[in-house]
């Protein structure tokens, strides 16, 4: 099972991002969703997660500016940010529960996608 993250680089503040993240392999079911960030000399923090029907979470630094959402038939989770700020800058994963062929439910995480935004 793959996690393939894509959609960050560098955007001016006030600007706005659309993240995409595809699970791939031997899947047989996809539970939770969602994107956690990471700034230089900070800790991963959780940003929004999904569960597969649909309920959204969102940390409070980002709520009212990022919708997540997901399309269960393409295993895919994006998150569209909107309004982005300095502080936004981070490398950020997206993470899923994902049951496989022949395992338990496990967590998997993509490589990685740089957003910055500066002006």
């Known amino acids: 099972v793959q996690l393939q993250a894509s959609g960050g680089g560098l955007v001016q503040p006030g600007g706005s991002l659309r993240l995409s993240c595809a699970a791939s392999g031997n899947i047989v079911d996809v539970n939770n969703m969602g994107w956690y960030r990471q700034a230089p000399g900070n800790r991963r923090e959780k940003v929004a997660t999904?569960?597969?029907?649909?309920?959204?979470y969102y940390t409070d630094s980002v709520n009212g500016r990022f919708t997540i959402s997901r399309d269960n038939a393409k295993n895919t989770v994006y998150l569209q940010m909107n309004s982005l700020k300095s502080e936004d800058t981070a490398v950020y994963y997206c993470?899923?529960?994902?049951?496989?062929?022949?395992?338990?439910?496990?967590?998997?995480w993509g490589q990685g996608t740089l957003v910055t935004v500066s002006s």
């Open positions: 999904i569960t597969s029907g649909g309920s959204p």
């Open positions: 993470n899923a529960d994902i049951l496989s062929t022949g395992r338990r439910w496990s967590p998997y």
